[in-house]
């Protein structure tokens, strides 16, 4: 799956997009989240507080507890600030 | 009731008075236009500007959703929507949002309802560009733009 | 903050971009602006136009007094409000309020407070000219117009 | 005293504005709708529900309880419309 990544996420990750394969038994975001903090200080250090982290999958927002089968774009990012 | 809404997201600077006219234009039967322009402020001369972050794709597709509840939820006539995105200048606007309906109420409801939703769900993120020429931060979300979406449910 | 609004009574059309302008250019302190504009609808094709009637010196003065009250309860940085007298065509607009301030909830609500005082306070009245030639009626006061002023209170 | 009519009062009466100087003992706006309705049949039909008329002192909204001494003008019309 593709996860895309923006705003202070992106700047702490270090890119804007890579392909992932999780791991079987990575079933949720909240799954999904603590898997890519094992990937490298980078990825801890940009999702150290999760909870902070926003999640959309195919472009529409899901919450933490959302399962990730299927997805074939997963987003994550910081609170947004639009308007 | 229901009508589609007119959804852009630029980098352009927009023409406000177009778009009005856009929406009215050859209509006799709007009787209220609205319009909401949310423009950089300075923060008392220490901002230079805003970078403006998007996430292209679901920007759209997220303002799409927030304007069909939006028309659902008022019989609003037509409503345009545009966001810019990149760097932006103090004092320059940022985002326009305009509502047509039939009587006032719809038309105010709908577009506070629409700039309420754009604050906290449209996916954009501002980063500082200070007057200073420090590296500036990414814009904190508000704890009250949050709450600012309890009075619509 | 009591900032002064700019009102005025007239008969020509007006520039709403270039009110919005003269309210935002040059300010660095404004990140919301709110327009309202009042059109003349033509009542499913019935109505040709509407005539109104105003009341010289009391018209601005009981408009500058519902804008003091606005500037005093919300903290606007600047108004502007502009109603046409005289013959309107279907399609035209009557009236616009437009609302400068540092966020946005005081800009909208500062101009749903003006539009719901100017419907039933400031000393205007409106009659109808029909399509089919045939003399129009004044338009009745709405009681939803009166009630409107309550969520003021 | 100066009169102003507008709208639908206007155009019953007939005219838009006139000088009048009340009797006295009319005291009150009350008082002076009820005297302009002795005036003759046009304003008796102008003014036939003087609840339904609106009344501004000097350009001020004033309830029909408002006394009217030392008014300058006194303007009556319908309900507003404004807006």
């Given at each position: 799956m593709k996860l895309v990544y923006f705003a202070w996420v992106r700047e702490r990750i270090g890119v804007a997009q890579e392909d992932v394969t999780p791991p079987?038994?990575?079933?949720?975001v909240r799954d999904l989240l603590e898997w890519l903090k094992s990937r490298g200080d980078e990825y801890a250090e940009a999702l150290?507080?999760?909870?902070?982290i926003r999640v959309a999958i195919n472009q529409e927002h899901v919450r933490?507890?959302?399962?990730?089968?299927?997805?074939?774009e997963i987003g994550l990012f910081p609170p947004m600030t639009g308007g | 009731m229901g009508q589609p809404a007119t959804i852009r997201i630029q980098a352009e600077p927009f023409d406000t008075a177009a778009e009005i006219e856009a929406l009215?234009?050859?209509?006799?039967?709007?009787g209220a236009v609205v319009t909401f322009s949310g423009l950089c402020r300075d923060e008392a001369g220490t901002l230079a500007a805003l970078e403006i972050e998007h996430y292209p794709g679901m920007a759209e597709a997220e303002i799409t959703r927030i304007a069909d509840e939006a028309t659902a939820r008022w019989p609003v006539s037509a409503m345009t929507v545009v966001h810019r995105y990149g760097r932006i200048e103090a004092g320059e606007p940022i985002v326009l949002v305009v509502t047509a309906a039939e009587h006032r109420q719809a038309a105010f409801e709908a577009a506070a309802f629409m700039m309420d939703f754009l604050?906290?769900?449209?996916p954009f993120w501002k980063k500082e560009h200070r007057r200073d020429g420090s590296s500036g931060e990414w814009v904190d979300a508000k704890e009250s733009d949050e709450a600012a979406l309890e009075r619509w449910r």
């Open positions: 079987e038994g990575v079933a949720t150290k507080f999760p909870e902070a933490h507890d959302e399962p990730i089968a299927g997805a074939r | 009215s234009a050859g209509r006799h039967d709007v604050k906290s769900r449209a």
